[in-house]
């Protein structure tokens, strides 16, 4: 019989004669799904003929090989199923095969047979061993357990209880606890076929941080060289712990993290020796050793970035200063270049040519320290010219900001900027514009200058696990902005002050799941966005007080719906002036397909497909749900060390802008329309 197997020159028999699998079937698991059971055994089905071909012809890392029943090892399988089921309170399960061979015995189709009878339940969960002090170490055992009284029965969550409790035993100051297995028990009662659960557990003595000593890592051969400058308070500030506190294997790591966040130090770790049992100290001394960096810094730029939703390319030149004035500040210098159209060289700010570029200077100071190690300061000073297709901004700016961790992953950022902005109008021909457009405009050329005093609060929550290319987690951030109190304020002293009251609020979550068959081959990326702003007091009702510019939202482009390009998509106006009240989404399939080869090059390659919506209205009254745009497309990313470069090339779905009324992709034609209005994007970074 003719047979793909034959194609790729193997018989559909092994060297034994045992036949080739062709399929594995469970039946009656109703209480674990169809692949978390295949990923317990080992047997598997035989590839397709496109995994064969791949094997055989270009390389043993990519594709399968044919599988062939091997009856040692369908035994094992059965074994390790059984175990699997019993570990999870399934104490009757039993598991039988039944074995279906082609007429010619070249192949067989397996059905594993479960009956999964009663499942256990915790009737009780006892701790024994747990000191009476402190009354954080009960808290934390209640808190968020592993696993407890009610649950379904499960020795691999038992597992994780226990090691949890270990952990909470060493942020106590007992890093010496110990699991006492012998001690510990379950028990299985044949009356109602659920169980007992017993914990033991041995304390030991209570431990306190002691003594903490302080080394700069000094190598002359690779000119790392003592710095007087920093001294050991800087160091010892941004601990969470001091001599004689109990000890907390939390709060070292976590003072670690303080120190890295520092900026100042190539190596930073603290080294802990815990007494030996046989010893009867319970003091803890620390060393820590720390690298520092130089302290002065020069450094040319290049700059490929991702801002405005589109490709820039620039360069710039910095200046930074470790410790600056002591106490681990940071002052930094820069000067930076960009633009998205290098072809304007060298008119780049010329008003009355299709530039968008941008030139930044700004000194910042960020103080590490402000009432606490958790809570930082900024202080910054710019002056910035940006250039878009119909104006030209001259921006004076300063800002204050300061940024506190109120837990693990959580950080609040409060944000003072003054800004002065003077604008420059290029001119138009007002026929081309649409009323929304030329008002917008008309308002702008009233108000040529503005004076914004904004205040703003940004909270963010971030558990994902990579900061370039995070595969499981979420990221849920939102912003709250008011302009217009401290003018307000002001007027009887500077009657004639361009300003304008608003506020917005903004809305972004991010969601990461690691779907693929193995880990990091396919990631499922969500994006959902949202934003809103107004004027308010006095601003609402006059007219001629606009939010400015650089507070309004865009859409379109790399970060946003990918079938337009930056800044051209809204529902009606022009989308280069912005609008306020945006809404998009986006989701993303990224696969690795060469993982298997692990060889550096090839497995740092992904293919994205994507499905992108969302809008862009002049006000919120303007929404409408037919105005969504949809746009899908395919992508590449590679790996670098600085995050993955990354090319999307999206297409419109639906259209709510298309001036002949053709809104939909099945109305247009195919290659010559679809495909050629098609956008390609570059960045730096994915696009969410």
Excluded: C
């Excluded at 890392?61 to 091997?70: A, F, Q």
């Excluded at 120190?259 to 060393?287: C, E, W, Y």
């Amino acid at each position: 019989m003719w047979t793909p197997a034959s194609l790729a020159g193997q018989s559909p028999q092994d060297a034994g004669g045992n036949p080739e699998i062709s399929s594995i079937r469970f039946e009656g698991n109703a209480g674990f799904s169809t692949p978390e059971l295949r990923s317990q055994i080992q047997i598997k089905e035989t590839p397709g003929f496109l995994n064969k071909f791949l094997f055989n012809t270009i390389s043993e890392k990519l594709g399968r090989k044919n599988e062939y029943l091997n009856y040692v090892t369908l035994g094992a399988d059965l074994d390790r199923l059984r175990k699997f089921y019993r570990n999870r309170g399934y104490e009757e399960v039993k598991i039988d095969t039944s074995l279906a061979f082609f007429d010619d015995g070249s192949k067989v189709d397996i059905t594993l047979n479960i009956q999964e009878g009663y499942r256990s339940i915790l009737d009780s969960l006892v701790y024994r061993g747990i000191p009476s002090g402190p009354e954080t170490i009960w808290q934390d055992i209640r808190s968020s357990p592993a696993i407890s009284q009610g649950d379904y029965y499960n020795s691999s969550l038992l597992e994780e209880e226990v090691r949890r409790v270990l952990r909470i035993f060493a942020d106590n100051g007992f890093p010496r606890a110990s699991f006492l297995r012998d001690s510990s028990k379950a028990d299985h009662f044949a009356s109602d076929g659920n169980f007992k659960i017993t914990l033991a557990f041995k304390a030991g003595r209570r431990y306190r941080f002691g003594p903490i000593t302080v080394e700069q890592e000094v190598d002359t051969l690779r000119g790392v060289m003592r710095r007087d400058d920093i001294t050991d308070d800087i160091v010892l500030e941004h601990l969470d712990y001091k001599p004689n506190d109990f000890y907390s294997e939390e709060v070292r790591q976590k003072s670690e993290r303080n120190l890295n966040r520092l900026g100042i130090f190539d190596l930073r770790k603290i080294d802990v020796a815990i007494p030996a049992l046989s010893d009867t100290g319970i003091m803890v001394p620390s060393d820590i050793v720390i690298r520092p960096k130089d302290k002065h810094e020069l450094a040319p730029e290049l700059i490929v970035s991702n801002d405005n939703d589109a490709f820039n390319i620039g360069a710039g030149l910095g200046y930074t200063n470790r410790n600056f004035l002591g106490g681990a500040r940071i002052l930094t210098t820069r000067l930076r270049f960009r633009t998205q159209t290098i072809t304007a060289f060298p008119d780049y700010f010329k008003l009355n040519n299709d530039a968008v570029s941008n030139l930044d200077l700004t000194l910042e100071l960020l103080q590490p320290y402000i009432f606490s190690n958790a809570v930082k300061g900024t202080f910054s000073a710019s002056y910035i010219i940006d250039k878009q297709l119909p104006y030209k901004l001259n921006i004076v700016r300063t800002k204050f900001g300061i940024s506190d961790r109120f837990a693990e992953y959580t950080t609040g950022q409060f944000d003072w900027t003054l800004e002065a902005i003077d604008y420059r109008i290029r001119p138009i021909d007002s026929t081309l514009l649409d009323p929304v457009a030329l008002r917008q405009l008309s308002l702008l050329l009233l108000n040529p200058r503005q004076f914004n005093s904004v205040f703003s609060f940004t909270i963010q929550r971030d558990m994902t696990n990579d900061i370039f290319s995070p595969s499981e987690g979420f990221v849920h951030s939102m912003t709250l902005q008011e302009s217009g109190i401290l003018p307000l304020l002001l007027r009887s002293l500077v009657p004639n002050l361009p300003y304008t009251q608003f506020y917005s609020a903004s809305a972004l979550g991010r969601w990461y799941f690691d779907v693929g068959p193995t880990k990091r081959f396919s990631i499922l990326a969500i994006k959902l966005r949202a934003g809103l702003e107004e004027k308010y007091g006095a601003s609402r009702s006059d007219t001629s007080r606009t939010i400015p510019l650089t507070y309004l939202f865009f859409a379109g482009g790399s970060g946003s719906v990918r079938g337009w390009n930056s800044r051209s998509l809204i529902a009606h106006g022009d989308p280069q002036l912005g609008g306020n009240l945006l809404i998009d989404g986006s989701i993303e399939m990224r696969t690795n397909p060469l993982q298997a080869l692990r060889d550096g090059f090839w497995d740092k390659m992904w293919i994205v497909e994507f499905l992108d919506f969302g809008n862009l209205w002049p006000k919120a009254t303007d929404f409408r749900v037919r105005d969504v745009a949809l746009a899908a497309g395919l992508g590449f990313r590679y790996d670098t060390f600085f995050g993955p470069f990354r090319i999307d090339w999206g297409f419109r779905i639906y259209d709510p802008t298309d001036p002949n009324g053709r809104y939909w992709i099945t109305q247009k034609r195919l290659l010559g329309e679809t495909f050629k209005t098609g956008v390609f994007h570059f960045g730096i970074g994915h696009a969410f």
